[in-house]
């Protein structure tokens, strides 16, 4: 049987490393799966920060869009992060709904796997309303899809300048 797990919270909230640790506590050799497309110097530098802080323990799969391409069943997953997931569909043709149905597709393959999902994801849409087009409709997109991933979730955890607060359990 799947379990979900839902992190959410503002950037630089913990989540990341909630996320890992909650996984470690889990199982001995998590999966870490990482949705990020690597833009630029700076990001490629943050990505080995984080590949260097969690260690050998864990398996890494680099994956950014087709996550039910890899089984994981039977293990315990950190994917990180459901936004950058998201932002690697939607700049294909900014349409909302397309990619939204899209990805609740790719979603429900993935974790129909018997496995221990954590997805970590971001709370774009708790500040003010942007005065740019695209980023409101991503903004809502990013919104829909943490409330459907939340909606299937077992739990769900919000991180609070790095104290987690349990939403749902």
């Given at each position: 049987m799947s379990k979900i797990i839902l992190i959410t919270g503002g950037q630089r909230s913990g989540k990341s490393r909630y996320a890992e640790e909650l996984a470690l506590s889990l199982a001995d050799g998590p999966v870490y799966v990482?949705?990020?497309?690597?833009?630029d110097e700076e990001f490629r530098e943050r990505v080995r920060r984080h590949q260097e802080r969690r260690g050998p323990q864990w398996t890494n799969i680099e994956e950014e869009k087709y996550l039910s391409r890899h089984?994981?069943?039977?293990?315990?997953?950190?994917?990180?992060?459901?936004?950058?997931?998201?932002?690697?569909f939607f700049f294909?043709?900014?349409?909302?709904?397309?990619?939204?149905?899209?990805?609740?597709?790719?979603?429900?393959?993935?974790?129909?796997?018997?496995?221990?999902?954590?997805?970590?994801t971001n709370e774009i849409g708790s500040g003010g309303v942007s005065v740019d087009a695209v980023q409101r409709r991503f903004t809502d997109l990013q919104g829909w899809m943490n409330q459907y991933i939340a909606s299937r979730a077992d739990e769900v955890i919000l991180m609070v300048s790095g104290i987690p607060v349990t939403v749902k359990s």
């Amino acid at each position: 049987m799947s379990k979900i797990i839902l992190i959410t919270g503002g950037q630089r909230s913990g989540k990341s490393r909630y996320a890992e640790e909650l996984a470690l506590s889990l199982a001995d050799g998590p999966v870490y799966v990482a949705t990020a497309h690597v833009w630029d110097e700076e990001f490629r530098e943050r990505v080995r920060r984080h590949q260097e802080r969690r260690g050998p323990q864990w398996t890494n799969i680099e994956e950014e869009k087709y996550l039910s391409r890899h089984d994981l069943t039977g293990r315990v997953a950190v994917i990180d992060c459901v936004t950058l997931w998201l932002t690697n569909f939607f700049f294909e043709n900014q349409d909302v709904d397309n990619t939204l149905e899209a990805v609740k597709r790719e979603f429900d393959q993935f974790t129909a796997h018997d496995g221990t999902y954590i997805f970590v994801t971001n709370e774009i849409g708790s500040g003010g309303v942007s005065v740019d087009a695209v980023q409101r409709r991503f903004t809502d997109l990013q919104g829909w899809m943490n409330q459907y991933i939340a909606s299937r979730a077992d739990e769900v955890i919000l991180m609070v300048s790095g104290i987690p607060v349990t939403v749902k359990s």
